[in-house]
C-alpha cells in the first residue's frame, strides 16, 4: 500500500534555532517528492519538489533531502522565523498513471516560540 | 501567490441545505481538483477533472458532485448537507504535465460547518 509517513507529529522550537522534519515513503513507482507548507487555515504552498535522481534542493532557508534508495526525505529549516510556524506536508507522486496520483502525509506541525 | 479563488471561505449552515463551494483559477490550468482535509489529517483526493466537460471521482467517496463547463471554474456542490460533511475543502489546479514536474496550486480552503 502506498504511504508517506511524517515525524515528528508536532514540534515546538525556538525562535532562531534549526529544525529537521523526516518523512518515509512507501510509493512506488516513484515520480516526485514536494514539501509543502500550509499556515492555518490557508491552502498548501510548495516549496521544493525533487526527483529520483536530485539528492538536495534548497528554498531560501529551506532545503529539502532525498535518497531514493531508503524512501526517505528531510526537510531542514535554518534560522527558524515566527513565520515558520505551519504544517509541513509531505506529498509523493507516483507515475503509475496520467493523473500523477499524490499522496499526502499528515503533516508535521511546527509551532516557532519566541 | 497562486491566482486560484475560493469562496466562501467559511459556511455554517444547517442540515439539509443545498451549497455550493466555488473555485476558480484564471492560470489557464486545464487540470482541477478538490480535497478534503480534516484538522491534523492528509489530504483526501475527492474529485478531480483534466478539462472541461471532465470530472472524475477521487479516492474518498463523496456525496458531493462537480461540475466543469468552463476551465477556470470547478464548483463543488451538496445537494443535502449533513454534519458529516464537516471539513475543510481545498481546490487545486495544475498545468497539464509536459514533464513529470507539475505542481498543484491550492486555493485558501473553504471550512464547512454544519449543524
Known amino acids: 500500500k502506498n504511504q508517506v509517513e511524517q515525524s515528528p507529529q508536532s514540534l515546538i522550537i525556538l525562535e532562531g534555532k534549526n529544525c529537521t522534519l523526516q518523512c518515509n515513503y512507501t510509493v512506488s513507482p516513484f515520480s516526485n517528492l514536494r514539501w509543502y507548507k500550509q499556515d492555518t487555515g490557508r491552502g498548501p504552498v510548495s516549496l521544493t519538489i525533487?526527483?529520483?535522481?536530485?539528492n538536495t534542493k534548497s528554498n531560501g532557508r529551506y532545503t529539502a533531502t532525498l535518497d531514493a534508495d531508503t524512501k526517505q526525505s528531510s526537510l531542514h529549516i535554518t534560522a527558524s522565523q515566527l513565520s515558520d510556524s505551519a504544517s509541513y506536508i509531505c506529498?509523493?507522486?507516483?507515475?503509475?498513471?496520467?493523473?500523477?496520483?499524490?499522496?499526502f502525509g499528515r503533516g508535521t506541525q511546527l509551532t516557532v516560540w519566541p | 501567490e497562486a491566482d486560484i479563488y475560493q469562496t466562501p471561505r467559511y459556511l455554517v449552515i444547517g442540515t439539509g441545505k443545498k451549497i455550493t463551494l466555488e473555485c476558480s483559477q484564471t492560470m489557464g490550468h486545464d487540470k482541477m481538483y478538490w480535497y478534503q482535509q480534516d484538522p491534523g489529517m492528509e489530504l483526501h483526493l475527492i474529485h478531480y477533472?483534466?478539462?472541461?466537460?471532465?470530472?472524475e471521482k477521487g479516492d474518498l467517496s463523496s456525496e458531493s458532485t462537480v461540475s466543469r463547463i468552463r476551465t477556470e471554474h470547478f464548483p463543488l456542490t451538496l445537494e443535502s448537507a449533513r454534519p458529516s460533511h464537516t471539513s475543510q475543502y481545498l481546490c487545486?489546479?495544475?498545468?497539464?504535465?509536459?514533464?513529470?514536474?507539475?505542481?498543484?496550486?491550492f486555493g485558501p480552503g473553504t471550512r464547512l460547518l454544519v449543524l
Open positions: 487545486a489546479s495544475s498545468p497539464t504535465a509536459r514533464e513529470k514536474r507539475e505542481t498543484q496550486y
Open positions: 525533487m526527483t529520483f535522481s536530485e
Open positions: 477533472s483534466y478539462g472541461v466537460n471532465s470530472t
Open positions: 506529498v509523493v507522486s507516483d507515475r503509475g498513471s496520467t493523473l500523477g496520483r499524490l499522496y
